[in-house]
């Protein structure tokens, strides 16, 4: 009997029939989804793509790997532009060339045909994230606890998944957090230190880090701990389901927010479509009106280049706005 071990990928990362023409080929491509692409969002945006690029070959009659051609590429290329925005076109040549690259050194391919293609252009100086001012955002906060209409906060007190959403929204407003890094936390991952609440956010990349805490964060913090009473399970997550569906307290999911923060924004009576990566941009741009500085927002937010902090600068909006007012018809 044979006891040699069969690697075989799951369902979600099959790759399609033209990057398998080979054993050698189908194990090199199944490396490079598993071992070189460790973020699980682009795992899937790259499989995408990859397979989205196998579909328009096959459409086209080109069934062999090693007879893609630049020219091939750049007319898939072309062909995405009248269907996709600038960036998802970029993301897929992006793919395109970090596979074939990897299929050149493992020698499955003598050159890269996404190498010489070149992708549209796209210049973008101010984000499209849909952003709260201020006074929106502290309605927001304050709308979840409040008691319902002709009712005292004593006859009608916050329920534990009320602390829960306001503490899960603070975190992203005042540390500038990603909705994965928050939803990630665990118990311990709140903590004093200098007689100060700090947070511990473990970013993509497997990069952690820490922020202290604004006063108002650590009273909301603070109330949803005591309420939840799970200061005793350090190595819990911190933002947790109520278990009513399923029978089991497990860590919220992105869906879960972004239901959450819908619902949320509805009853507060918040016209404008938000989203997760709303609370980063409003944090961001909150700061900075304050008289905070760029250099310190993007220490904050964890970005490696302040040019992406300044995507989340909507500033400007108020004063377009204050002009646009001064046309006096």
């Known amino acids: 009997m044979s006891t040699a071990i ?10 399609p029939q033209l990057f398998t023409p080979t054993a050698k080929a189908a194990k090199r491509v199944l490396e490079f989804f598993t071992a070189q692409v460790n973020n699980d969002h ?22 062999d790997l090693v007879a893609v051609q630049p020219v091939h590429v750049a007319a ?61 955002a502290r309605t927001l906060l304050d709308s979840i606890i409040a008691p319902k209409e002709g009712r005292t906060p004593e006859t009608d007190p916050p329920t534990l998944q009320d602390l829960r959403d306001r503490a899960l929204i603070g975190v992203m407003v005042y540390t500038f957090a990603r909705v994965n890094a928050v939803i990630r936390m665990q118990v311990k991952d709140y903590f004093t230190q200098g007689r100060r609440g700090w947070v511990r956010l473990h970013e993509k990349g497997g990069n952690e880090h820490e922020v202290p805490c604004h006063h108002t964060l650590e009273q909301i913090l603070d109330d949803y701990i005591a309420a939840a009473g799970i200061a005793g399970d350090p190595d819990g997550p911190l933002f947790r389901s109520t278990g009513r ?4 307290v497990q860590a919220l999911w992105q869906q879960d927010v972004y239901r959450m923060i819908q619902r949320r924004a509805a ?32 220490t904050i937010a964890n970005h490696a280049s302040p040019r992406t902090t300044k995507l989340y600068d909507r500033r400007s909006d108020e004063i377009s706005l204050d002009e646009v007012e001064k046309i006096s018809i």
């Not at 682009?42 to 069934?63: D, I, Q, S, V």
């Not at 062909?79 to 690259?101: I, N």
């Not at 709303?278 to 304050?290: E, P, S, V």
């Open 6 to 15: 069969i690697v075989a990928p799951a369902p979600a990362l099959l790759t």
């Open 42 to 63: 682009t795992r899937k945006a790259y499989l995408n793509a990859t397979r989205r690029f196998a579909a328009w070959c096959e459409a086209h009659g080109l069934h």
């Open 76 to 136: 898939f290329v072309k062909a995405l532009e009248g269907q996709f925005a600038p960036p998802t076109v970029k993301q897929h040549l992006a793919a395109l060339r970090m596979l074939f690259d990897w299929l050149v050194t493992g020698q499955v391919m003598e050159t890269n045909p996404a190498h010489a293609v070149r992708g549209p252009k796209y210049v973008v100086k101010k984000g499209k994230t849909p952003v709260l001012d201020s006074k929106e």
């Open 245 to 248: 569906k399923t029978g089991e």
């Open 267 to 298: 009853a507060a009576g918040i016209a404008t479509k938000i989203g997760n990566h709303t609370f980063r941009a409003t944090g961001i741009t909150a700061y900075l009106k304050n008289k905070g500085t760029l250099e310190h927002a993007q």
